[in-house]
């Protein structure tokens, strides 16, 4: 079963940053659209941003101008950094890959802001 391995969650206070990883087979990773998504607490999981099979990216209007969104191809790892944190921003991150036709998702990390 193909895997997205998540990490970089955690509990910071607001206005701090946090940057989320997710580490994807080579196969997946040059062949798949790649994103995060979030679910917060009592709420249905929305995109966050992500990155198309183009490679062209898209945002959230919530994050706009807060977060960004990378990738490093040699070790098959997409990042997103995440500043000026609101307490809004609280949720499990997922990582996702998506072909069109296949969905493959993360395990989640949870993401908490609060003073």
């Known amino acids: 079963q193909v895997q997205l391995v998540e990490s970089g969650g955690g509990l910071v206070q607001p206005g701090g940053s946090l940057r989320l990883s997710c580490a994807a087979p080579?196969?997946?990773?040059?062949?798949?659209?790649m994103g995060w998504y979030r679910q917060p607490p009592g709420k249905q999981r929305e995109l966050v941003a992500g990155?198309?099979?183009?490679?062209?990216?898209t945002f959230s209007d919530s994050v706009k101008g807060r977060f960004t969104l990378s990738r490093d191809n040699n070790k098959n790892t997409m990042y997103l950094q995440m500043n000026s944190l609101k307490p809004e921003d609280t949720a499990v991150y997922y990582c996702n890959a998506d072909n069109g036709r296949e969905l493959i998702w993360g395990q989640g990390t949870q993401v908490t802001v609060s003073s």
């Open positions: 990155f198309t099979t183009r490679g062209e990216t």
């Open positions: 080579g196969s997946i990773f040059s062949r798949y659209g």
